[in-house]
């Protein structure tokens, strides 16, 4: 059992930057694949950000919406993703949860909320 806990989300004014965490806990055996998703209200759910392992690298891969905007990192030690969000909009409102790839099985966190507004 893979368990996933996102932190670091809140209140931001536009133009402001924020950065969440996810870590991974329980039986960490070989976490293929970290992502980003969110849901805003009324809306169905989209990925954000995914960071993969290709051989020894990883690879990223972003929505075009926060392209240029967000940046999907880990620290393997901790087995922690973090997305570092800058130049936010009022549209980046939404609940964002990690989703954890072990083998073929999907781990998804709570959530956690983001309001971008003045």
């Known amino acids: 059992q893979v368990h996933v806990m996102e932190s670091g989300g809140g209140l931001v004014q536009p133009g402001g930057s924020l950065r969440l965490s996810c870590a991974a806990s329980?039986?960490?055996?070989?976490?293929?694949?970290m992502a980003w998703y969110r849901q805003a209200p009324g809306k169905e759910r989209e990925l954000v950000a995914v960071i993969s392992k290709v051989g020894v690298t990883s690879v990223t891969n972003y929505a075009d919406s926060v392209k240029g905007r967000f940046t999907i990192s880990k620290d393997n030690a901790k087995n922690t993703v973090y997305l570092q969000m800058n130049s936010l909009r009022s549209d980046d409102t939404a609940i964002y949860f990690c989703k954890v790839t072990q083998y073929t099985r999907n781990y998804w966190g709570q959530g956690t909320q983001v309001t971008v507004s003045s």
């Open positions: 329980g039986t960490i055996l070989n976490i293929n694949l």
